[in-house]
């Protein structure tokens, strides 16, 4: 067989095979067999050869184009086929069946919590502080004038670990670092896990959460951070709550309080949560002592400002309504799935 016949048959049965779709199968097919396609060409060919030639040229141009031709039809059923299954495939999916749920996570009620806390004072003009949760004994303690012989610093009480460091007891050493590291005006909020020594019951955990508070400058007095607390519990708890201020003792601050939000169970009228007494305690809070301005090289009589602590779990306990904190830690599906 002639050469260039033998050369367009492979060149054309070729290309069918590679065809993945009926158009690319048309493509080919007009290449080879339509009007201006190949075995056309060779058929103007013969058009200029002898007598004598032209009889087996013809036969081998039609073979040609039969093979052609019976390739094309064999590509073309089983692309047909393909499509066919493809189809019946897609006619089995049943498009009307709901999909499949992700399970999304949630923002953990005490993490809820403290972002709510934090917004509500940076709207007051407090900025955000932090600090580390191993601390030395100068920065929980000395610093904030807690003597030597006091309780909170027994072992009992504290986890002190072996290079004499411990895990911090409350968030209050953060207002060490920050008056250490500037002057006034100082006005910030330090969120934070802290730790004690106490075995875990409805209402102590060893581990838990604080946030501290802290504005220090010229003239800064009690009516101030009766104030912010006060703002603080109505955007918590709503505009009827009432807060009341009770005369108690901290070492690094004085006067120092112990502050109650009225209850919002009962509105203030005595109920279980809070014990009839219409209050419910929150935590403590004071003018910050001179003596703690003098550990971090402030001028006590050029400044003044207050301190105060806030008990985040206490607030989600009565922001939710839950009676025993350990729930908070349990991480059990069917409990932190309600704050979704
Ligand atoms: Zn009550």
């Known amino acids: 067989m002639n050469n260039n016949i033998n050369s367009i048959k492979e060149e054309a049965l070729q290309e069918i095979t590679k065809a993945d779709t009926l158009s690319q199968l048309e493509a080919a097919r007009i290449k080879f067999l339509g009007k201006k396609g190949k075995v056309s ?32 039809a064999e ?63 100068f920065n ?16 009992q009480d504290t986890f002190y670990l072996e290079n004499g460091s411990l895990l911090r007891t409350q968030t209050s050493p953060v207002q060490i670092r920050v008056m250490m590291s500037k002057k006034p005006p100082i006005q910030i909020i330090a969120p934070g896990r802290v730790y004690r ?34 703002s603080c519990a109505r955007q918590l ?18 006067p120092s309080v112990e502050y109650d939000f009225s209850c ?11 014990k009839n007494s219409g209050w419910i305690e929150i935590s403590g809070a004071g003018m910050v002592d001179p003596r703690v301005y003098e550990k971090v090289g402030y001028d006590p009589e050029k400044y003044s400002g207050y301190a105060f602590g806030l008990g985040i779990e206490r607030i989600a306990m009565i922001k939710y309504g839950i009676d025993d904190l350990r729930l908070f830690y349990e991480n059990d599906e069917r409990f932190l799935n309600q704050f979704a």
């Open 264 to 274: 919002v169970m009962c509105g203030g009228k005595g109920c279980k949560i809070c």
């Open 75 to 137: 590509a073309k059923k089983s692309l047909e086929q393909k499509s066919e299954r493809l189809c019946s495939f897609v006619d089995k999916i049943d498009i009307t069946l709901p999909g499949l749920k992700k399970k999304l996570g949630t923002v953990h009620p005490i993490t809820q919590t403290i972002e709510d806390v934090v917004a509500i004072f940076r709207d007051m003009g407090f900025s955000f502080a932090d600090g580390p949760d191993i601390e030395t004994e």
């Open 237 to 254: 708890m709503g505009k009827d709550v009432k807060i009341r201020f009770r005369p108690h003792f901290f070492p690094f601050t004085e």
């Open 41 to 72: 060409d060779l058929l103007e060919k013969m058009k200029k050869m002898t007598p004598d030639e032209k009889p087996l040229f013809g036969k081998q141009v039609n073979s040609l184009k039969v093979s052609i031709q019976a390739g094309i």
């Open 140 to 155: 929980n303690f000395d610093a904030l004038n807690t003597p030597e012989d006091h309780p909170s610093r027994d072992l």
């Open 197 to 230: 020594n106490d075995t875990p019951d409805a209402t102590h955990g060893h581990t838990f959460h604080q946030i501290e508070g802290l504005y220090v400058d010229k003239k800064v007095s009690f009516a101030d951070l009766k104030g912010v607390l006060h």
